[in-house]
Every structure is written in structure tokens, then in C-alpha cells.
């Protein structure tokens, strides 16, 4: 068991063990047909090592013969669907023996919609078996789905796994049930829950793509062609994450920026991989590897992707000043070093040519974060990313979610109540925040 006083460690996945996973995700798990096709990231969950973690999950004991039930809404539609599996942080391969998706009958619940369940297969087989730091994808399977809609993935685990490749902070409750449900379309086998998601890092989808007004202006049969410019990576720690966030009700900010677009007409998949308590400058045997360790598979790498927003360093200014032992001894991080790990990112998108939008610090007054270092240190990186034009454009968080009495802390209509993560209003403030323009 990892306590928590478990100091910061480098991450040990090798080079070599990523591009074997990667050749065989390319190579021989799939067909001719599907390397050729064009898929489109849909839903995307960054992977993390297994952990304590904040809430009560499965991740350290694995699993053994039994079934999971993963809940996940899509952001763009298409035709065809397949899912991207990450045994990203397992020290043994991982059989999949079967898996299904499905368009979800009810939020909250393990059931699923009656004539939607389709197998899904790997290689044109039922079963794979993805190695130790390995990560594939699924072939693609035909399933309707439109966006905003919630999918089911369904995974029979038959063997013992050891401790599984998970994402700590779901939000969305997943289910397990014992033996081999893949099938099921009711939910009653599927009697333990809890709020982290397992071995599922990605939906794709690919063939036609259509989208609806969102929202109230959203009307049966009002259908557009989307212009196609990209999905948009939310790349950051529990903010992006969605900490707080109401669980089954897709309140983070990305669920509020992916309606935005669509309500203005410009619809584009918009993907989370934000991490809770995830760091610019330093990994964490809770809080997954720092940022330029997962840059590329979490967000560049994704498909389909055309920008990435980057909201991401209170943590690394935050830590040294609460005692709490999460994650400790933590470094006191100064404005220059936060900068030149930012710098990193942008360089790196770049390279890719992807579109980089940096963002600044919420305001922290008041939280287990803040003192006189962090708030100093937020201060001068947030000038830095309003005034120093590197990242390509920018969005002033700090300043849209500011107590217009007291701009040092969240105002109290987007507060959650620790004066460091926002309410569902907050995040709904982030996404009204964002100039459309500059994704």
C-alpha cells in the first residue's frame, strides 16, 4: 500500500516498453481497414498508477474474474466507435477476455439501452491481452451515437489482474459485478460501484459526424454538419479534473466548454485529461507523473486533437504550503521554474503542431494552498501568461472567477467550499470565460 507520506518518485515506464505497446496497437492488433481509418477522440480519461486516491477504489487490489461496467459521455458522434485500453502502470499483461459498448439506458445505473449492446473485438478476436506498460485500442465496432450521449464499456476480467492502471477521480459512477456479465443489459449482477474508472482511457469514433444544438435549443430532428477544426484537450490537475463537480451530471468545465461550442454553433470534441493534484515540475505516487512526462499521450497524441488549453500549477506552488502529508517533502517551487515547465509544454505542442492556450491560476485566498509564497509565485505567472505572448493565446481564469471584494479568493457563488476548486457554477464560469476564437 502507498501511504500517504510516499515522497515523489520518477515514473519507471521505459521508452523501449512505449513503443512496444504502440507497435502493437498499430501493428498486428489491428487490420489493414483499421489503420487506415480515420477516428476522431471522442472521450478521452488519463491513465494513473494505482493508489489510495481520494475516495475508497479498486485499483491496488485489481480484480479477479469479474466484470466492469464503465459509464462515459462522447463529445463528438459518428458511426463507428472503438475503445482505447492502457495497462500504462502494470507490472503483468492484462487479458481482456470480452468487452461490449453500449449507448447507456439511464445515468446512474449499470443498465444499458435494449438493442445497443455490441461486441467488441481486438483483431478481429473477442479477447486480447495488452502486456505490462502496454496500451491498444479496440477495432472499430458499428454503433450510432450522437454527442452528449453517455456510452457503456463492459470489460470481463476473467483472470487476476494485480493492481490496475486506473483514473482516480471519475465523477461517474462504474460498476463491478463477479464472473462474466459482458452481456447483460440490466445492471442487477452489478451490485459494487465506485467513482474511479479502470484500464479505459479512450472512446474514438469515426465515420459520419453530425451535431445537434445543445442544451434547450437542442430539438428532435435539428441536425448540422460540424466543421471540422480539431478536438480541443483540457490538459491540467483537479480543476480540469472536475473536483467537486456533481458525480453522474457531467459538471466539469470541459462538459460546460464541449455545450458552449455547441450552442455557438462550432461544435468540436472536447477531451479532459486533467489529473487531481497533478504537478508542472514533479511526479507523485498519487497524483500521476508531472506534465511533460504525460504531455504527449494524454493530450498531443490523442486523435484528432487541433488544441490544447493548459491550466495547471497550483499544486506545484500549493504543496509547501499546507500540511497536509499527501505529498510531502514538497519543493518550494519558484515563478521562474513553474514558467520554464511551461515552457517545456509549448515547445512540445508546437513540435506537433498542435494550437496551445495557456491559462491562469484560479485565485487560491483562503484554501490549504495559499500563503504568502504561492500567492507571490501565482501573481508573476499569471502576468507572465497574460503578457509574455508564448503560449499562443490565453484565458484569464483568475480574473473571471475572482471575488470582485476580495480578488484573492473565488467568489463565493463559484466556491465549493474550500476555496481552492470551484461549485458547478464555477466550472460553467470557466467554460463563459473562454474567447472561442482562440481555440
Not at 97 to 108: L, P
Not at 204 to 229: I, L, P, Q, W, Y
Not at 244 to 265: F, I, K, V, Y
Not at 323 to 341: C, F, H, M, Q, W
Request: negative net charge; proline residues 4%.
Amino acid at each position: 500500500m502507498i501511504s500517504r507520506t510516499h515522497t515523489a518518485f520518477v515514473a519507471t515506464v521505459t521508452a523501449t516498453a512505449t513503443a512496444a505497446a504502440l507497435a502493437l496497437t498499430a501493428g498486428a492488433q489491428a487490420s489493414p481497414a483499421e489503420r487506415h481509418a480515420s477516428w476522431t477522440a471522442a472521450w478521452a480519461g488519463a491513465p494513473q498508477r494505482p493508489s489510495t486516491g481520494f475516495k475508497p477504489n479498486w485499483s491496488e487490489a485489481g480484480f479477479d474474474d469479474q466484470t466492469l461496467r464503465q459509464v462515459v459521455r462522447v463529445t463528438e458522434g459518428g458511426d463507428r466507435a472503438r475503445i482505447r485500453l492502457s495497462n500504462a502502470y502494470g507490472s503483468s499483461p492484462l487479458r481482456i477476455e470480452s468487452a461490449t459498448i453500449a449507448r447507456t439506458e439511464k445515468k446512474g445505473s449499470a443498465s444499458v439501452e435494449e438493442g445497443s449492446l455490441t461486441r467488441l473485438t481486438f483483431g478481429g478476436k473477442r479477447g486480447v491481452t495488452i502486456p505490462a506498460h502496454g496500451q491498444l485500442a479496440s477495432d472499430g465496432a458499428g454503433v450510432e451515437l450522437e454527442p452528449f450521449e453517455s456510452v457503456t464499456v463492459t470489460l470481463h476480467l476473467s483472470g487476476t489482474t494485480g493492481p490496475a492502471t486506473f483514473h482516480a477521480q471519475s465523477f461517474a459512477t462504474s460498476y463491478r459485478a463477479d464472473g462474466n456479465h459482458t452481456s447483460d443489459t440490466g445492471g442487477r449482477a452489478f451490485g459494487e460501484s465506485t467513482e474511479s474508472w479502470y484500464y479505459l482511457s479512450g472512446v474514438d469514433v469515426g465515420g459520419s459526424h453530425t451535431a445537434s444544438t445543445a442544451g434547450t435549443a437542442r430539438t428532435a430532428g435539428t441536425e448540422r454538419t460540424a466543421k471540422k477544426r480539431g478536438g480541443v484537450v483540457l490538459f491540467g490537475d483537479s480543476i480540469t479534473d472536475g473536483f467537486a463537480s456533481s458525480t453522474d451530471r457531467d459538471r466539469r468545465w470541459s462538459d460546460a466548454l464541449a455545450e458552449r461550442l455547441d450552442e455557438a454553433g462550432e461544435p468540436r470534441p472536447v477531451l479532459n485529461s486533467g489529473i487531481g493534484g497533478n504537478m508542472v515540475l514533479n511526479d507523485s505516487a498519487w497524483y500521476g507523473e508531472k506534465s511533460a512526462n504525460r504531455f504527449a499521450r494524454d493530450a498531443l497524441d490523442l486523435p484528432g486533437v487541433g488544441t490544447v488549453v493548459v491550466l495547471e500549477g497550483l499544486n506545484d506552488i500549493g504543496y509547501s504550503e499546507t500540511d497536509k502529508p499527501t505529498y510531502k517533502p514538497a519543493p518550494v517551487v519558484s515563478a521562474r521554474e513553474l514558467i520554464n515547465g511551461h515552457r517545456k509544454l509549448i515547445r512540445e505542442a508546437r513540435a506537433k503542431g498542435v494550437r496551445i492556450v495557456g491559462a491562469t491560476l484560479l485565485p487560491l485566498g483562503g484554501s490549504d494552498h495559499y500563503g504568502k509564497h504561492a500567492a507571490a509565485v501565482s501573481d508573476e505567472f499569471n502576468d507572465w501568461v497574460r503578457t509574455s505572448g508564448e503560449y499562443d493565446a490565453y484565458v484569464d481564469f483568475d480574473k473571471a472567477l475572482a471575488d470582485p471584494r476580495d480578488p484573492e479568493r473565488i467568489a463565493p457563488a463559484y466556491d465549493s467550499g474550500d476555496h481552492l476548486h470551484p461549485n458547478d457554477a464555477g466550472y460553467r464560469a470557466m467554460a463563459r470565460a473562454v474567447d472561442l476564437e482562440t481555440l
